[in-house]
């Protein structure tokens, strides 16, 4: 069995995207063995440190990932693909 | 005892030593600063790179052959603080203990430096994407967090006093959620998490990827097995699994590697079968936290 590898495309997902993660976090809902994360973009400079405003979704540990396909469902934008 | 116990204990377990939570102690290492600078932008911590490396996929980095071996060396060293010069970036010091309700409760009552507070837990917030109010934290930690407004509730009065922190903890361990104790950074204590799998970053590195950043309680549970009715509501409270219904003898087993001692079964059992023995009385107790 290959490593999986997740990829999420930040075009549609992210500060760069359409969709803001605080807003949306659909994938970190539905995924049962939490692979993804959702943390501050450290790309942007923010004006107030205290309280980070860019925030980026990566998957974080594809170690656990059991490709059930859920987050690939669920993902409004459909930003997340899976090979292994 | 486990080897912190040995270090800051002074004969007791490491977090029943009252200069641990002292404001004194925060002052010494200017961890007001310290502490500030780790939880500013703390969700980025898997993501940091060290020496290149981040955490993405820290499961298949820790097989592969020889990298994977210096790999967990080097966390580990940066986990227990055990680094010339303790990053607050990376959170270095970064260590904790699962703990009993009873243990959590003399803490608040006894040892934590007020001010109390009880905040969106970040584990939570970052992998589950949820506002969930179960951390407890104290001394210096309460002042760093009331600056960073997403982890203070809006709706709800996020400072407690000693008695609603210990009402808390029982609530929370009747629910199923595992109390733990932080050093943060080493050897300064301010906080209690109530933690669950797999949402719980010390959780997950401990039981997918046996990093030890979390040990398992002083104590580990025992079974009365002729009080045991069988009535299987204990096996979905642990967190580890360490409980299984075997339908032939029409009780339940423990897998005493598996228990970490917290507690919480304890709390479903109606029939008084589950007792918290001290860890060094298990028979089978070879020294491994």
């Known amino acids: 069995m290959g490593k999986t590898k997740i990829k999420i495309d930040y075009s549609k997902c992210g500060p760069e995207g359409n969709v803001d993660p605080r807003d949306c976090a659909k994938c970190l809902n539905v995924c049962d063995p939490c692979v993804f994360l959702r943390h501050e973009d450290l790309k942007f400079k923010e004006e107030n440190v205290f309280d980070p405003q860019h925030w980026k979704i990566t998957p974080i540990w594809p170690s656990v990932c059991t490709r059930c396909y859920k987050c690939i469902d669920v993902c409004p934008e459909n930003a997340i693909s899976i090979k292994w | ?289």
């Open chain 2, 1 to 289: 005892m486990c080897k912190w116990c040995m270090q800051h204990g002074i004969g007791k377990k490491w977090y029943m030593n009252a200069r641990n939570y002292s404001d004194q102690l925060a002052d010494e290492y200017n961890l007001r600063e310290y502490l500030t600078e780790q939880w500013m932008n703390f969700e980025a911590v898997y993501i940091r790179k060290i020496a290149g490396i981040s955490s993405k996929a820290l499961g298949y980095k820790l097989q592969m052959p020889i990298i994977g071996k210096i790999l967990r060396w080097s966390v580990e060293r940066m986990i227990h603080g055990a680094v010339k010069h303790p990053n607050p970036i990376r959170a270095d010091g970064h260590i904790g203990q699962v703990i009993p309700m009873e243990d959590a409760q003399i803490i608040l009552s006894k040892l934590a430096a007020e001010p109390i507070v009880e905040t969106y837990c970040m584990c939570r917030k970052m992998q589950r994407g949820i506002n969930y109010q179960c951390c407890i934290n104290f001394g210096v930690l309460s002042e760093v967090l009331e600056k960073l407004p997403r982890f203070i509730p809006k709706e709800r009065a996020h400072r407690i006093s000693r008695e609603e922190a210990m009402e808390k903890i029982e609530l929370h361990n009747k629910n199923g959620l595992v109390s733990t104790v932080w050093y943060q950074p080493y050897p300064y204590i301010n906080a209690i998490c109530n933690c669950e799998s797999p949402e719980c970053g010390a959780l997950r590195l401990r039981n997918d990827f046996d990093l030890m950043i979390m040990s398992k309680a002083e104590y580990i549970i025992n079974l009365d097995q002729d009080k045991c009715q069988g009535c299987k509501a204990c096996v979905s409270m642990c967190q580890w699994n360490a409980i299984r219904y075997i339908p032939s003898i029409k009780r339940v087993i423990i897998d005493y590697n598996k228990c970490f001692g917290c507690g919480v079964c304890r709390h479903a059992c109606k029939h008084d079968a589950l007792k918290l023995i001290p860890r060094q009385e298990f028979h089978g107790f070879d020294g491994h936290f």
